[in-house]
């Protein structure tokens, strides 16, 4: 394929924040291949801050998906589909990319009305018929390796996988090695209990900082209290590009299968990540150097399930297991 045959394309990847993460090495390998051409992406509200003057991104086109599902503002939603509908037929794309493999993402790929529409063949409710081109991404392999092989097939070189992973620096309130700790997760069955959380951060030689959103604060606030002293809680306090420069100074992460895990392993820092209901060898941390923490004995495990009544496979995990991964590591001593 001509690399100068591109001259505008469009890149759907709305969410989460794990997801985007794993989409930079994918957005690394097509702006070395198009140097030229413009690149627009879709993005939901509430993740546009970590995009937010790319320089890899001409522009961003911000949806609000969340407020799509409310049946009181179907009337707005039906004005902004139409809206973003017209509004992407106007720009006039060579070439859409749909990495989120949705009912939505391939509406949104088939109203640019590119001549070339790609998406993975594996991608659910119906969106596999909105694109002229289908590629296999294939199951049991990384998200980040599964989008690389669509700028493969872009003739896009992606033997050198890179992370433009954007960052902003944040004081914080002392000096020295710090671990981060990330207690929280989308689902509530990918959550470590957070008094382990506590116990561990009681437990560290060094500093802890406690990451997450705005609705991990109480959870962040019972760790520090119950630390003895060791952690500080900046949940909901840093905006995306800072929570970046935070986990990018840390000697090392704790945390569940969270989107902070995965900006710990784009930047290259050593991550100790609990999985239980979801499977590490396709969504967790990206690379060499870091350390999967499971439970001995749970067969289910991994169910990809929301809720359970059965949480064995993270409440059996013991403080003293993720204390041994780290020293065995040689970042803690004792």
Known sequence: MPKGRFRKILVVKPSSLGDIVHS?????????????????????????????????????????????????????????????????????YDLAVDLQGLLRSGLITKATGAPMRVGFKEAREGSTLFYTDKVEGGKGIHAVDRCLRIASYLSCDTRQVSFPMPEKSYALPFEGDYAVLVPGARWKTKRWPTERFAQLAAKLSLQSVIVGAKSDARMASQIVEASHGRAVSLAGKTDLKELSGVIKGAKFVVTNDSGPMHFAAAHGVPVF??????????????????????????????????????????????????????????????
């Open 273 to 334: 990540a609990i999985f239980g209901p979801t499977d590490p060898a396709a969504t967790g941390p990206y690379g060499k150097g870091h350390t999967i923490i499971t439970a001995d004995r749970a067969d289910c495990a991994p169910c990809r399930k929301k809720s359970c009544s059965d949480l064995r496979c993270m409440e059996s995990i013991s403080v003293r297991k993720v204390l041994d991964a780290i020293k065995s590591r040689g970042y803690i001593s004792g």
């Open 24 to 92: 930079l090495p994918f957005l690394a390998s097509l702006r070395n291949c198009f140097p030229k051409a413009e690149i627009h992406w879709v993005v939901a509200r509430g993740f546009e801050g970590l995009l937010e003057g790319h320089p890899m991104i001409d522009k961003l086109i911000v949806i609000d998906k969340d407020q799509w599902k409310k049946l009181s503002s179907a009337g707005a939603t039906l004005r902004a589909l139409r809206a973003l509908h017209i509004g992407l037929k106007k720009e006039g």
